[in-house]
């Protein structure tokens, strides 16, 4: 056992490593499971799923174990990281299904993979209709996977205390803020406080906040630590967010490894949405309305979409938000009570949250 973390144990590299590889261990377990030989399709599907994934919320969870001692047992942590990204996995799963969404990672989302288990005979429609359904119930044991992780890592009564409330105020606030977003789908205004709010809920808590949280918690982080965890984690999750959100728009499908356009299509009420709603010209923003309630939007709606956003000055406002929250989370950085190699580790994550081209 582990009693102290290394300085080079902060590689964000090594981190991913055990995090994967801790992962691997859990589906080859569950793979494996002699007394339930129907669950290694679903294993399968949510390992091949999980695979590749840039493991945001893990890395973070991490480092705040390191920034505020590190001490106890390395494989404490490493098993709650893995059980925040199965969570993760478990919510993306989901998402996906609420879109219809096809690919995720360049790869097909599980609601696409799952029905080829279906079975002989059977028609086209009732195949994908198992597929979703399917991918619900299997989102639904991922999550049960992820407490499995988390509350099997070996916590003493004390850890328990601090480390579980963080956990369970986690996946609430992440499940209101995609009610939000269901909410107001389809029907995206010049409304920016709900806007913000989604990003609050879905991103900037559950991404970098809570995870940073959870890991200082192990070791018993007083408030003050816990609150710059906070200052850092809720401008750069905004950052991170706008960040999805313009390459939701302006990216480029090779890299994010999903449609690009597809939230004009699903008329998202993102911050970029409300801020175009509310700076186009009259036109503008009467053609941007009719083209974000459109559901049969093509890709000539798209261009011409993109167009009125970027046109209005919206782009260039987000944009001009993503340097100013990133900054704000390093000015922050910079007073809190960490150790060093975590705050070089960190200003390095707020960077690849924001400079990203997926």
């Excluded at 001490?71 to 942590?77: A, E, F, M, P």
């Excluded at 390093?330 to 580790?345: C, G, H, Q």
Aim: aromatic content about 6%; some cysteine; proline content about 4%.
């Amino acid at each position: 056992m582990r009693t102290q973390a290394d300085v080079s144990e902060l590689d964000l590299n090594s981190i991913r490593a055990q995090v994967n590889t801790r992962l691997t261990r859990f589906f080859q377990e569950k793979a494996a499971d002699e007394h339930n030989p129907h669950l290694p399709i679903m294993a399968n599907a949510v390992r091949d799923f999980v695979a590749g994934g840039k493991l945001v919320r893990p890395l973070f969870a991490t480092v705040g174990w390191h920034a505020t001692g590190g001490t106890g047992d390395v494989r404490q942590i490493t098993r709650i990281a893995a059980g925040i990204e199965l969570l993760h996995a478990s919510l993306l799963i989901h998402d996906d299904v609420m879109d219809e969404s096809a690919t995720r990672r360049g790869k097909a989302t599980v609601h696409h993979t799952l029905p080829r288990f279906y079975g002989a005979p059977a028609t086209r429609n009732k195949a994908l209709r198992f597929g979703v359904n399917a991918a619900i119930n299997t989102g639904d044991l991922t999550a049960m996977w992820a407490d499995q992780l988390v509350t099997t890592a070996g916590l003493t009564h004390a850890q328990q205390s601090k480390v579980l409330p963080l956990w369970h105020s986690m996946r609430e606030e992440v499940l209101t803020g995609q009610f939000l977003d269901l909410r107001h789908t389809g029907r995206p205004s010049h409304d920016l406080d709900v806007a913000y709010a989604i990003v609050h809920l879905k991103t900037s808590l559950y991404t970098i906040t809570r995870p940073l949280q959870i890991g200082a918690s192990l070791n018993h982080a007083e408030p003050e630590t816990l609150d710059a965890c906070a200052a850092y984690g809720n401008p750069l999750g905004e950052a991170f967010q706008l960040r999805d959100d313009v390459l939701g728009v302006f990216g480029d499908t090779k890299e994010t490894g999903k449609p690009v356009g597809d939230d004009l299509i699903d008329g998202k009420h993102t911050v970029l949405a409300a801020l175009a709603l509310r700076h186009a010209s009259p036109a503008g923003r009467h053609e941007l309305q009719q083209l974000l309630a459109d559901p049969g939007l093509d890709q000539h709606g798209v261009t011409t979409a993109r167009r009125i956003i970027e046109s209005c000055g919206a782009l260039e406002m987000v944009e001009a938000r993503i340097t100013n929250r990133y900054r704000q989370a390093l000015r922050a950085l910079e007073t809190a009570p960490f150790s060093a190699p975590s705050k070089e580790a960190l200003a390095r994550l707020a960077q690849s949250c924001t400079v990203r081209d997926r």
